[in-house]
DNA sequence: ATGGATGCAAACGCTTTGCATAAAT
DNA sequence: ATTTATGCAAAGCGTTTGCATCCAT
C-alpha cells in the first residue's frame, strides 16, 4: 500500500478554516480519514484505530467530533442499508455505493444519468431535494468465487 | 378513505402459500399490511395499531412474524435512510421511495432507468444482485409551504 | 473567567434472545 | 409427543447524553 503520509498539518488547516477549534481529537479524525481517502468506516473502527496509534480518545468523544466534522462539512455519514452506515471523507464529489453482503467491502461509483433522474423525479414530487441514500448490495466477484470454487 | 375491507382469509390464504402456519399473529400483521397497500410502518407502529383492534400481542412476536413474512417473501423491510426502515407488502413490483424529512411521509416510485443503470453497475462491477437501497429525502412541498407561509 | 471539548458512566431506542408456557399437529 | 409460536423480561448494539472536569483562550 501507499498511504499517503500523515497530514496533521493538513487536516488543521482544514478544520480552521471550518470554523472548528482543531483539537487533537478532531485532528486524529481527520487526519484519518484524509489519509484513506475513499475508504468508508464505522465510528467504532475509526476509534480503534487512533487508539492503536497511542492517541488516547473516548469512543463518545470519536462520535461527537464526527458529528462536528459532518456539520461542518468535512465528512459525510453514508447510510448503507439496514444497521449500516459509515463515514467517509467529504470529497464534494456525488457518488454512491455498492457494498458487499458477504465481505463487507465498499465500492463507490457515480452515474450521471442516476444522478439526473434522481433530481427529476425529487422535482417531480415537489421535494425539495435534502439528500440521498443509494446503495447496491450483493457479493462481489471475489466472494462469489470464493463461495463456488468449483466454477470461477 | 376506502379500506378494502378486512380480508384475514386472504390473509390466511397467502401465508398458507408461502408455507407458514398461519397463525392469528401472522394473521394480523399481513392483514394489516395488506389493507394498508402502499403503506409504510415500522414495527412499534403496526403492533401499535393492532393491539389497537383488540388482538393482544407482544411486540417481539411483532418482529418476530415479521421476520417471517419477510423471510417468505410476503413483505420487504425498506432501509429509509439511517435509522430508519419500515415495512410494507411486498408487491414484487421494483420501486423505490421518496421520504420526507420534516413529516416523514414516503411515496413510492419506479423509474426504468434507474432500474437499468442499476443492473448495468453491479453486473460492471461483477457484483451478483442481492439488493438495493434507494431512497430520496427532503421537504415535501406541503411542509414547505408550512414553513414558508410567506413565498407558497 | 468563559466557553468549548473531553472522559466516564449511564441512558437511549430499536431490535433480538433465552426461557418457560401454551398451542397446534 | 413433538414441534412451533407466544409472552415476558432481559440483554444487545450502536449511539447519544448529563455531568463534572479539563483545557484553551
Redesign the interface.
Known amino acids: 500500500m501507499s498511504p499517503r503520509s500523515s497530514s496533521p498539518i493538513h487536516a488543521l488547516d482544514a478544520l480552521k478554516r471550518a470554523g472548528l477549534a482543531g483539537t487533537s481529537a478532531q485532528i486524529a479524525v481527520l487526519d484519518y480519514l484524509q489519509q484513506a481517502e475513499h475508504g468508508h468506516f464505522g465510528a467504532e473502527e475509526i476509534h480503534r484505530r487512533i487508539a492503536r496509534t497511542g492517541e488516547r480518545m473516548n469512543l463518545s468523544t470519536t462520535y461527537r467530533v464526527l458529528h462536528q466534522l459532518v456539520g461542518a462539512g468535512l465528512v459525510a455519514?453514508v447510510?448503507?442499508?439496514?444497521d449500516h452506515?459509515l463515514y467517509e471523507l467529504n470529497t464534494g464529489k456525488v457518488h454512491d455505493h455498492?457494498v458487499?453482503?458477504v465481505c463487507g467491502r465498499v465500492?463507490e461509483?457515480s452515474?450521471v444519468?442516476?444522478n439526473r433522474?434522481?433530481a427529476a423525479?425529487?422535482k417531480e414530487?415537489?421535494?425539495?431535494?435534502?439528500?440521498?441514500?443509494?446503495?447496491?448490495?450483493?457479493?462481489?466477484?471475489d466472494c462469489?468465487a470464493r463461495a463456488h470454487p468449483a466454477r470461477p
Open positions: 455519514n447510510p448503507l442499508g439496514k452506515s455498492l458487499c453482503v465500492e461509483f452515474d444519468t442516476i433522474r434522481r423525479i425529487a414530487f415537489g421535494l425539495r431535494f435534502a439528500g440521498k441514500t443509494l446503495a447496491l448490495q450483493g457479493v462481489c466477484a462469489a
